[in-house]
């Protein structure tokens, strides 16, 4: 059912824990399932990703998509990490099965809420950046109507 990647991601997590005096911070959660995740990313002054932890209470599926997420977006720009998104971190990990395609879009609407975080706090405008969902379950539930 699941990939090796993805029981890779799930059994060995890179990058977990937290940054300290993050040059920005993301958390956002499925009230559906209660899942949370939560994004650090440490950003120099050419604006690139120089480090990126994370922290999940959630599913196996959250873990592997939230370690590959941060592997992707350790040394890219922000306009670089935001073409991050989920399917390009569902790709990396060679699939996920349908019913947890959701749980990758924690992973990518919590890095948008880390760069929000970011630009907010250097009045920066990051392209087609906007403001984040605490729960992305809100648009699971528009899709689904
Ligand atoms: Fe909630 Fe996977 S079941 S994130």
Redesign the pocket.
């Known amino acids: 059912m699941y990939s090796e990647k993805v029981m890779d991601h799930f059994s060995n997590p890179r990058n977990v824990g937290e940054i300290e005096n993050a040059s920005g911070v993301g958390t956002v959660g499925?009230a559906?399932?209660?899942?949370i995740?939560r994004i650090y990313l440490d950003i120099d002054e050419n604006h690139v990703i120089r480090d990126c932890k994370f922290k999940?209470f959630?599913?196996?599926?959250?873990v592997a998509t939230s370690s590959m997420a941060t592997e992707l977006v350790k040394g890219k720009t922000i306009e670089e990490a935001m073409q991050v998104t989920n399917r390009a971190v569902m790709e990396a990990l060679d699939g996920l099965p349908p019913v947890?395609v959701?749980?990758s879009?924690?992973a990518e609407e919590a890095i948008h809420a880390a760069l929000w975080d970011y630009a907010q706090k250097n009045h920066l405008v990051i392209k087609g950046l906007e403001k984040p969902k605490e729960d992305i379950h809100e648009d699971e539930r528009r899709e689904e109507d």
């Open positions: 499925n559906k399932c209660g899942d995740m999940t959630g599913c196996g599926a959250a947890k959701h749980c879009l924690l």
